[in-house]
């Protein structure tokens, strides 16, 4: 091997194990040798969580980019992941339920027991139909707050069999912009959700602080989750158009 690709692959091998050491890990996440972070194995009843040890700050713009993998298991694959952004008084503690709520909701919309992170945002990549979420049958993208997993409104690209558990990478970008008060999510750099909101104000009770991860789980029916960040920005980028070279449809 040339001397300049080893380096290169030492340096992101060692950037991508600095990354795995700045994330709390919960209950079945771990690290993987790859520098990722598994929040699932491929076996039923699983629950992981991953936090980033450094809070982000909302009164600033940031982007968040990161890859995740849902497993290669279309029928019998479940549950999902979650991206989380949270003010739970539990901390890098905080933990939801598992099964059909990903480690981040609750059972239901109107029951306050249990399990949930609140308060918080969340963008679910579901990939296991739920009648009490409200779940199309496909796969399945949706905004979420406070620790409930139930939602009108989603993204599947217009597919009735959209699938993400294709046994590949998909990117996912998570991008706040303050002084609009906008949110916008991409999946595989199409725009998958955007709306106004005032995070600050309207979640997160004026703090501008917040915890942000990862939750995941599995029920009955599994798969293999996991996620690797590539890039956390905190200053708009001129490339609002990527390609992904990890992404190979
Ligand atoms: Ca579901
Ligand atoms: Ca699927």
């Excluded at 950037?15 to 040798?33: C, N, R, S, Y």
């Excluded at 949706?142 to 046994?167: I, P, Q, S, V």
């Excluded at 002084?179 to 955007?194: A, C, F, S």
Aim: charged share 25%; hydrophobic share 35%.
């Amino acid at each position: 091997m040339y001397p300049f690709f080893s380096s290169l692959i030492g340096l992101l091998l060692f950037t991508h194990q600095v990354f795995a050491q700045e994330f709390h890990t919960i209950e079945d996440a771990v690290k993987m040798e790859n520098g990722c972070i598994m929040l699932t194995a491929d076996k039923p009843y699983q629950r992981g969580i991953a936090y980033c040890k450094t809070k982000l700050d909302l009164s600033k713009y940031f982007e968040i980019e990161f890859d995740i993998y849902l497993g290669k298991k279309n029928d019998n694959g479940a549950d999902g992941i979650t991206f989380v952004i949270h003010n739970d008084t539990r901390g890098f503690r905080a933990i939801g339920t598992w099964g059909e709520c990903m480690g981040y909701g609750r059972w239901n919309r109107g029951y306050y027991g249990g399990n949930y992170i609140a308060p918080s945002v969340a963008v679910e990549f579901d990939t296991y139909q739920n009648y009490r979420q409200n779940d199309p049958t496909c796969d399945h993208v949706a905004y979420l707050e406070n620790g409930t997993n139930y939602h009108t409104k989603y993204w599947n690209n217009k597919d009735t069999r959209f699938n993400l558990e294709d046994g590949v990478l998909h990117n996912f970008r998570f991008r706040w912009e303050p002084t609009i008060q906008q949110v916008t999510v991409y999946l595989d750099n199409v725009v998958v959700h955007r709306g106004k909101r005032d995070l600050v104000k309207d979640i997160f009770k004026g703090n501008t602080k917040a915890i942000w991860g990862f939750t995941a789980s599995t029920g009955n029916k599994h798969n293999l989750q996991f996620f690797c960040l590539r890039r956390w920005a905190q200053a708009p980028s001129n490339k609002n158009i990527k390609t992904s070279p990890t992404r190979r449809r």
